[in-house]
């Protein structure tokens, strides 16, 4: 059974860091890519970053060098750290599973329908 647990989330002030994992079950990261996406209230579910079986990262231009995507294929867990977190980064953030990240060398448009697979979510804040 292919499943994807979110974790990590939480509330930060501007300019703070957060880590979220995803834990994946049912599949191996030496086959599959993982995306991250959020949705705040009111805004449609937007791709932040992603990183394939081989290794290969791509990144939204709205977060590209503050957030760092990694995997640990031995824990089956993919890693989305944020640091100079910002108001509009606040949104629930989901990971999902491709064969591919379906994007191109950055992910601003990224072809969410190609990903079958979906964790519920975590909450990030960012407030002062």
């Known amino acids: 059974q292919v499943q994807l647990v979110e974790s990590g989330g939480g509330l930060v002030q501007p300019g703070g860091s957060l880590r979220l994992s995803c834990a994946t079950s049912?599949?191996?990261?030496?086959?599959?890519?993982i995306g991250w996406f959020r949705q705040a209230p009111g805004k449609e579910r937007e791709g932040v970053s992603c990183?394939?079986?081989?290794?290969?990262?791509a990144y939204a231009d709205s977060v590209k060098g503050r957030f760092t995507v990694s995997k640990d294929n031995a824990k089956n867990t993919v890693y989305l750290q944020m640091n100079s977190l910002k108001p509009e980064d606040t949104a629930v953030y989901y990971c999902?599973?491709?064969?591919?990240?379906?994007?191109?060398?950055?992910?601003?448009?990224?072809?969410?329908?190609?990903?079958?697979?979906w964790g519920q979510g975590t909450q990030v804040t960012v407030s002062s």
């Open positions: 999902a599973a491709a064969l591919m990240c379906y994007s191109g060398s950055n992910y601003n448009d990224p072809d969410i329908d190609e990903y079958d697979y």
């Open positions: 990183i394939s079986s081989d290794g290969t990262t």
């Open positions: 049912g599949f191996t990261l030496d086959n599959y890519a």
